[in-house]
């Protein structure tokens, strides 16, 4: 199967994981921004981490998809009034101007806390220790030390310094850590032994790193209707990006050196990884040359 057929998989698994005995309105409010679109990058970055490591990736698709609910949760969250405070994600009104602030977060929660019941759940078979283990990667890329920490870091930057190091702390936690979760979770799927998935969590974290500060980039350069969310508002809210601190040149250099480091992880997994590597290509697509 190709990315394409991955993706079309994830489409059709998603619906069926919101609990269908949750009131109807908290189910339209969890399907409206799960459905949403986007580029379902985290769940294929699951299956195409496992394929690369030579196991089937189609079984995978369940517990793929817990990444896509976290990813979600964490928008709804991330577009409230007390957080960035937006009105446009995917080129749809956000989760809060539909349904009101209330319904939001319990849609976030809900999401948030779902995707940890299918991690228990699935893939089946499964070794229970293999599940345990990926309850705790996820929770730990959600986290304190994780998502969660990140976003703090990122509500504290204006006014800081703007430091490189500041910069990669805010973009490992918001950002490339759940991003590396999804990559070890192939791995760990895969059956690999500890070194092989020390080598991926590092893949993973330089894709996530490569992921934001390709964001911030767009978020310079792109229009809303690009973007399909608010576009300048990282410039607009004084937050630490990659172009404030490298210039917009520089943070494009950083962007295809980053490129280069992903792939060059890559290389030892031969043609088993080619939907990896079209997946880091993904990331830089859309920047100018």
């Keep these: 199967m190709t990315l394409t057929?991955?993706?079309?998989?994830?489409?059709?698994?998603l619906p069926r994981l919101v609990p269908p005995q949750a009131p109807e309105r908290l189910k339209e409010a969890m399907l409206?921004?799960?459905?949403?679109?986007?580029?379902?990058?985290?769940?294929?970055?699951?299956?195409?981490?496992?394929?690369a490591l030579g196991a089937?990736?189609?079984p995978l698709a369940e517990a793929a998809c817990a990444l896509e609910?976290?990813?979600?949760?964490?928008?709804?969250h991330d577009d409230l009034p007390a957080m960035d405070d937006d009105t446009l994600r995917?080129?749809?009104?956000?989760?809060?101007?539909?349904?009101?602030?209330?319904?939001?977060?319990?849609?976030?929660?809900?999401?948030?806390?779902?995707?940890?019941?299918?991690?228990?759940?699935?893939?089946?078979?499964?070794?229970?220790?293999?599940?345990?283990?990926?309850?705790e990667v996820l929770a730990w890329a959600a986290g304190g030390e994780g998502m969660a920490g990140g976003q703090v870091l990122d509500m504290d930057a204006p006014g800081a310094p703007a430091t490189e190091e500041r910069l990669l702390a805010i973009h490992a936690g918001k950002t490339a850590r759940l991003i590396q979760a999804a990559v070890v979770l192939g791995a760990l799927y895969a059956g690999v032994d500890a070194q092989s998935e020390a080598a991926f969590a590092e893949l993973g974290m330089k894709t996530g790193l490569l992921f934001q500060v390709a964001d911030d980039i767009l978020d310079e350069t792109s229009t809303a209707e690009q973007m399909g969310k608010s576009a300048?508002?990282?410039?607009?809210?004084?937050?630490?990006?990659?172009?404030?601190v490298w210039g917009l040149d520089g943070a494009l250099r950083?962007?295809?050196?980053?490129?280069?480091?992903?792939?060059?992880?890559?290389?030892p997994?031969?043609?088993?990884?080619?939907?990896?590597?079209?997946?880091?290509?993904?990331?830089?697509?859309?920047l100018s040359a």
């Design 90 to 135: 995917r080129g749809m009104p956000t989760s809060h101007v539909r349904f009101g602030e209330a319904l939001a977060i319990l849609a976030g929660d809900a999401l948030n806390s779902e995707a940890f019941r299918i991690l228990a759940l699935h893939p089946s078979p499964c070794p229970a220790q293999t599940r345990l283990r990926a309850v």
């Design 69 to 76: 609910f976290i990813h979600t949760y964490s928008l709804i």
């Design 32 to 51: 409206y921004s799960l459905m949403a679109g986007g580029k379902r990058f985290r769940p294929l970055l699951v299956m195409a981490s496992a394929r």
């Design 269 to 286: 997994c031969g043609p088993a990884g080619a939907e990896l590597r079209e997946l880091v290509g993904m990331v830089c697509a859309k």
């Design 254 to 267: 950083r962007a295809r050196a980053m490129e280069g480091e992903c792939l060059s992880l890559l290389e």
């Design 56 to 58: 089937h990736p189609e």
């Design 5 to 13: 057929a991955w993706k079309a998989l994830i489409e059709e698994t």
């Design 232 to 244: 300048g508002k990282d410039r607009e809210q004084g937050k630490l990006t990659a172009p404030a």
